[in-house]
């Protein structure tokens, strides 16, 4: 088994650029979640899934939307980036129980 | 609020001397606890968890954590400390009133010294 893995690992994009990130996992797992981390802050949550064809918004969801079409993917958009959306972000997904699997985050920055 | 804090940015220790990492957190109703530790350009690694039982978690690595309910803390605890801990390490707890959601601390950096 793969886990979770994320696309791409790395990406510069231009202010009010946009563009996706893609998090698959093949653990059949029902939750899925999008983290950012930032120095000093830890992870802050942008949105969550607590099934296929459902989301929800985490702590900080400005800027953000998601999508989960199929329960193995999430994915995670970004409209118009902005420069403080530069982080590390980490999708993560987990079955009914509370131990979350990581992915290995992808590095944006944003210009 | 839930919350989640880690008063130390930074840990030192000597290789195998004991290590304790602090994190005590805020949450309505019963804690789900967690750590997990981040290695360099790594994703978070689950290490040990608290839902109910023994206040001693033993977790992978040889790490175990205590939870203490009236000091609301859940540190980190290891007898003798490897130069291969050195990384990040992260406390999370569940938030209370939506079990699907989850906080994690800022972070304390664990380094060991040969």
């Known amino acids: 088994n793969a886990g979770v893995t994320q696309t791409p690992k790395f990406r510069v994009l231009k202010t009010g650029q946009s563009m996706t990130l893609l998090c698959a996992q093949d653990?059949?797992?029902?939750?899925m979640y999008w983290y950012r981390q930032d120095p000093g802050m830890g992870l802050r949550l942008i949105h969550y899934?607590?099934?296929?064809?459902?989301?929800a918004k985490g702590e900080v969801p400005d800027g953000y939307n998601v999508s989960r079409l199929k329960k193995q993917n999430f994915l995670l958009g970004l409209e118009s980036a902005a420069p403080s959306q530069t982080s590390v972000y980490f999708c993560?997904?987990?079955?009914?129980?509370?131990?979350?699997?990581f992915g290995p985050g992808t590095r944006l920055l944003v210009l | 609020a839930q919350s989640v804090a880690q008063p130390e940015d930074q840990v030192n220790v000597a290789e195998g001397n004991p290590l304790t990492v602090k994190c005590t957190y805020s949450?309505?109703?019963?804690?789900?606890l967690f750590w997990y530790v981040q290695y360099p350009n790594r994703g978070l690694q689950f290490l040990l968890k608290?839902?109910?039982?023994?206040?001693l978690v033993k977790g992978s690595y040889g790490f175990e954590a205590e939870f203490n309910k009236s000091q609301t803390s859940f540190h980190l605890k290891k007898p003798s400390a490897l130069v291969s801990d050195s990384a990040l390490y992260f406390c999370?707890?569940?938030?209370?009133?939506?079990?699907?959601?989850?906080?994690f601390g800022s972070g304390t950096k664990l380094n060991v010294k040969p």
């Open positions: 993560a997904s987990r079955t009914g129980k509370e131990t979350q699997y």
């Open positions: 653990m059949n797992h029902e939750y």
């Open positions: 899934s607590v099934g296929e064809g459902t989301t």
């Open positions: 949450v309505s109703g019963n804690p789900y």
């Open positions: 608290y839902i109910t039982g023994d206040n």
């Open positions: 999370a707890v569940r938030d209370g009133n939506n079990f699907n959601k989850f906080y």
